[in-house]
DNA sequence: CCAAAGTATTTTACGAGTAAAACATATGCT
DNA sequence: AGCATATGTTTTACTCGTAAAATACTTTGG
């Protein structure tokens, strides 16, 4: 909690390594921030800042390929879970997969169903259950945008060198682990 | 585009370095759909996955003590934009620090004035603009808020070690830099 | 000076997510 | 059996963001 901890100090190593990085927006914010607060710790904006703005315009790029089959990419993680899993998923489990609200999935499941993308099927025992599964036009169409998606997204993540994807996957891993094991039940 | 780029082979590189690292839920995800699709470079989702998955669980977190004073995330960035700049914004320039759209600077600035956080003057010159500035209160309650906020933060980042949290940065700054020199326009 | 085009901001209509309540059904206890 | 409680899912009421239209003002060029 002081701010003298084992990080690099920030407001001038934005290029590292060949020298072709470009200043990015969340190292011109923290250096304003540090000007006005001097005694501020900013190191983990420099973490959690760029995660969030990632995520944002990764977003934004990322869905492309998705868009063009009318899919929003919760829809989109949705028909995943299915298709992955390889076998039906309750409700339920659809939120607990996506990491949605069972409302949420309740929406999206009418929307895909409409579509015919996906078919539900009461449970017998229980009548409060439902099973979802792919209908084949839905089956197809992930395993068509599928490819489409990744070749998308290896071409954005390619401004980074190979080397550079593989360690921050494992950083990544190595965070999202430890925070998961924090709060979220590991599923079964 | 091939299958067989730099990357380390995935599906078994969970827990790198000390052993202490748990198996986070994206592994889990890539190994079933490899499984179900054995041709795929799956190497983009390691990365995309963990940092969407990393930006939703830090908000979770990251925004309990905004909450503590009833501000959302996006509402705490603008007030902070006005903070950290140190001078007037108008409208315009408000969505852009924030990336957000117009519409939605207009609709967060209406209840944070309505709340007395912030303050509206006309322009002289230019009837159209709106010049926005932090009141006593407003100011107050960042220069409050944000000490917290990033003992908080770096509190839930201590999971990771300090030199890991100094990589991740370095690595996530040079990808945000890239991806917005892409697109993002560079800002003034 | 006036009309046309441009710019800053707000308004409108709508889609999507959420929390909490409502349903429908199942299970446990006596 | 019968009632209380738990569980799976959907519905309701609401918030928030967005795109596109509307509004208000300014600038440009004849």
Redesign the pocket.
């Known amino acids: 909690m002081t701010a003298t901890n084992g990080r690099p100090a920030a407001g001038s190593d934005a290029d590292r390594g060949g020298g072709t990085g470009r200043d990015d927006t969340v190292a011109a914010v923290v250096r304003q921030w540090r000007s006005v607060h001097p005694g501020l710790d900013t190191g983990p904006m420099e973490v959690i800042g760029r995660i969030n703005r990632c995520a944002a315009l990764l977003q934004q790029s990322e869905d492309a390929p998705l868009r063009r089959a009318g899919l ?1 990419r ?1 829809e989109f993680d949705l028909l995943g879970a299915l298709r992955r899993t390889g076998h039906e998923l ?4 659809l939120a607990k997969e996506t990491f ?11 929307q895909l169903t409409e579509r015919g993308l996906v078919e539900r099927r009461g449970d017998a ?6 099973h979802l599964r792919l209908t084949d036009v839905g089956r197809d169409l992930v395993d068509g945008l599928l490819p489409e998606q990744l070749a998308y997204e290896t071409a954005v993540l390619s401004v980074l060198a190979p080397e550079g994807q593989g360690e921050l996957a494992a950083l990544l891993a190595e965070l999202l682990g430890r925070l998961e094991g924090r709060t979220g039940a590991l599923r079964a």
């Open positions: 929003s919760p309750t409700p339920s489990e949605s609200s069972g409302a949420a999935v309740t929406k999206r499941l009418k025992r229980d009548r409060r259950v439902a």
